[in-house]
């Protein structure tokens, strides 16, 4: 019997004895209620009570010997893992049916097990973030012994194409030699990044004042759900819109006014990009906008502004900070967006103003840089990881950035 099919088994017995144990703990604290007896709390805790000590320590007893078989410190058979996750199960229940009495807390005990669970929940969370990190980051130190940091930050060429001949000694003296600038890349991310918020802000921003400060019930019921559409189609459905659509109407409208435009520009997939995150800022934004006290509204009709002038002074301003939030959610769409850039702006790094010219972004090149059949250590495929350090860093300080700017505007504000 495999570890597998032993746990299964053992989950199989453990769920019944939890739905057993709360039906016995309930029934049995209600049949003592009805004879008179008062208990310190409500029945259903008793029976929450009785199901937890069923679970956990079984559970417990699961998770401690996954980490030591993670470890590589012993792995425990899995006919005795089962057999001693029922064992502790029956346990459970039996010192729990014990414990139920008039007097017993189990209130307590409960909602003490629950903010447990939810510390537990927030420190794996944090924990997730930190071992993401650090991965990225001892990955990157690697690849940073290999290039040299200061021509990686302000290099003008990616051509890493050459770096896989070259490491396995493959290469002749006809191989170029490899390149690893990333601005190029970097600035096609954040000009990408900055079509799309031209167009994903203003308009979602407008349709969130709509919706909350002049739309019916009626049209809010309507419009709200349509717009938010937009949020569920695939992003490769928008990159076909944007390669097949618009990158051609982009390209016959710079031909009417004389200009030369590419098919795979950098325009196309920022405007698309834009329609995609509109959703995103107008959902959130709304939301916040309806969270202004209804009372500041009442106030400002009172001194006698109109509705636009009160949107503009009141409402906008306390809602300013949920507003910011909802903008930084929707730049970090756009900079982590890979498919709709790889069908309508294609693989090109170029450095350009141009936006009728073909750019690339960094998640692109680091998908572009972990596919194919280059080894692990190669220069190429660790580029991806400094790629991905140096994006994490950037993010993180514009959103250091924000933070500091919200709440200045929220002391004076206030």
Request: neutral net charge.
């Amino acid at each position: 019997m495999t570890m597998g099919s032993a746990l299964q088994m053992a989950l199989m017995a453990i769920l019944p004895l939890s739905v057993l144990a709360y039906m016995i703990a309930r029934r049995r604290a209600g049949a003592d209620n009805a004879r008179g007896t008062e208990f310190h709390s409500p029945l259903v805790y008793y029976g929450w009570y009785s199901c937890l000590w069923v679970a956990l320590p079984s559970m417990g007893l699961f998770v401690l010997a996954g980490l030591l078989h993670l470890l590589h410190i012993v792995t425990v058979p899995g006919p005795v893992l089962a057999g001693g996750g029922v064992a502790l199960a029956a346990l459970g229940l039996v010192w729990s049916q014990r414990a139920i009495g008039r007097d017993f807390r189990a209130i307590h005990r409960v909602e003490g097990a629950v903010r447990w669970a939810l510390i537990g929940a927030s420190c794996i969370s944090i924990l997730i973030t930190i071992g993401i990190v650090v991965s990225v980051v001892f990955e990157a130190m690697q690849f940073f012994r290999l290039v040299n940091l200061w021509d990686f930050l302000t290099g003008t060429k990616w051509s890493p194409e050459t770096a896989f001949l070259i490491s396995t000694g493959r290469a002749d003296g006809n191989v170029a030699t490899p390149e690893f600038g990333s601005l190029p890349l970097f600035a096609g991310t954040f000009y990408i990044t900055a079509v799309a918020m031209l167009v994903a802000v203003p308009m979602g921003l407008f349709a969130a004042v709509y919706m909350a400060e002049y739309a019916s019930k009626r049209v809010r019921r309507i419009a709200k759900p349509a717009l938010e559409i937009l949020a569920g189609i695939p992003t490769v459905v928008y990159g076909f819109f944007a390669a097949i659509t618009v990158s051609p109407l982009i390209v016959h409208l710079a031909e009417a006014v004389g200009l030369e435009a590419e098919y795979t520009n950098a325009l196309a997939p920022g405007l698309v990009m834009g329609v995609m995150i509109i959703p995103l800022v107008s959902s959130l934004s709304d939301d916040v906008i309806n969270a202004v006290p209804q009372a500041m509204r009442e106030g400002s009709y009172a001194l006698g502004a109109t509705t636009s002038e009160t949107i503009r002074k009141v409402v906008l301003p306390a809602a300013l900070p949920g507003v910011v939030s909802a903008v930084l959610l929707a730049v970090s769409r756009a900079v982590g967006e890979t498919m709709i850039v790889v069908m309508a702006a294609g693989l090109m790094p170029n450095l350009t103003w141009n936006p009728l010219k073909s750019m690339t972004t960094v998640t692109v090149s680091i998908v572009d840089s972990l596919t194919g059949d280059q080894a692990f250590d190669s220069p190429q495929t660790l580029s991806a990881f400094g790629l991905g350090l140096v994006l994490l860093v950037l993010t993180l300080v514009l959103n250091v950035v924000s933070l500091v700017v919200i709440r200045k505007f929220r002391e004076q504000y206030e």
